[in-house]
């Protein structure tokens, strides 16, 4: 069914890796720019392919690029994230690897930096890190990571990027 979908990363794929950015900012939604398309190779009848500059709380930029018809060099499910901020840049592999350039001296455009390599701790994921993530919030009565008065804003985010890039203008993203 999906080589039929309209939308199809946007609706189907996307919708993890916004939830992951809200997650690791903590910033929310304010309004998106985003641009689909799809390939000449693509086995996708719909866009299997998108763009997105995010507007987020505090001014934060969160920019998406994903692709469901990349041929090779495959990533993740979890994506490849780069961070970047005043103090340095984070690069996450999506599997196994976390690297910093911590900034040491600022001076600029040339500022030193020093590489941090941070271990990642082994999560278990899939129905294991559900159950985890479910005996944690009834212990604690913490809501747990997608809870739905929560998740509602990534999914708005999915949404608006639909609708920004069926009008071709940047949205509102309401939720």
Aim: proline share 5%; hydrophobic share 40%; aromatic share 10%.
């Amino acid at each position: 069914f999906r080589d039929e979908m309209d939308h199809v990363l946007l609706l189907d794929m996307a919708i993890h890796t916004f939830d992951a950015a809200r997650h690791l900012s903590g910033a929310d939604p304010v309004s998106v720019y985003c641009e689909e398309f799809n390939p000449s190779w693509s086995w996708y009848r719909g866009a299997a392919c998108a763009n997105a500059c995010f507007e987020m709380t505090g001014g934060l930029r969160y920019t998406y690029r994903g692709s469901w018809c990349a041929e090779g060099r495959m990533t993740s499910w979890e994506a490849e994230w780069r961070a970047v901020g005043p103090k340095g840049t984070a690069t996450w592999n999506g599997h196994d690897q976390l690297v910093a350039e911590v900034v040491v001296q600022p001076n600029g455009f040339f500022s030193k930096t020093e590489e941090r390599t941070v271990p990642i701790e082994p999560e278990p994921g899939g129905i294991a890190g559900s159950l985890r993530d479910f005996l944690r919030a009834l212990e604690t009565g913490l809501p747990p990571m997608g809870e739905c008065h929560d998740n509602i804003k990534s999914l708005a985010m999915v949404f608006a990027a639909i609708e920004s890039a069926t009008k071709g203008q940047r949205v509102a993203v309401k939720f």
